[in-house]
């Protein structure tokens, strides 16, 4: 959606990687996608680890592509999903219709405390997206 914004995502993610103990080869890459478009084109090995969703719960009319290409992106087992979403923004419906959708689809988004870790400010939240049937209490 936008392009030039690629390098400086990518600026930022090097800048946080190299933080890490590898700093030679960062584990990290931003590639370009297109919500709700298939994953194999990109190439790139997934399932991945992560997949970190930070500012994208914004259009009501897009969250389904969103929530498509997170679950093509995932592994049911293995990838942590982190949505983050700044509720100062004052999008509801485009998060209530967000959360619906993980609910038809057997998931939750379980809240994480990122105030304990940061400075950031309270209308910033971030959820973990677990199956319905997990448990939450790790």
């Known amino acids: 959606e936008r392009p030039e914004l690629m390098p400086l995502l990518q600026r930022n993610i090097d800048r946080n990687c190299s933080l890490t103990a590898n700093q ?7 590639i370009e996608h297109m919500w709700g ?4 084109p990109l190439d790139h090995g997934g399932p991945f680890d992560m997949v970190l969703a930070v500012d994208c719960v ?9 929530l498509t290409s997170i679950l093509n992106l995932r592994n049911e087992d293995t990838t942590r999903v982190l949505v983050a979403v700044d509720e100062s923004y004052k999008r509801p419906s485009a998060l ?3 959360m619906s959708l993980l609910e038809e689809h057997g998931l939750k988004a379980v809240g994480i405390s990122l105030h304990e870790l940061t400075d950031c400010p309270e209308s910033v939240k971030l959820w973990s997206v677990v199956s ?7």
């Open 132 to 138: 319905d049937t997990a448990d939450t209490a790790n």
């Open 58 to 66: 914004y259009d009501e009319s897009v969250v389904g592509l969103l």
């Open 96 to 98: 209530a219709a967000f």
């Open 24 to 30: 030679e080869q960062s584990p990290c890459e931003c």
């Open 37 to 40: 478009d298939p994953i194999l």
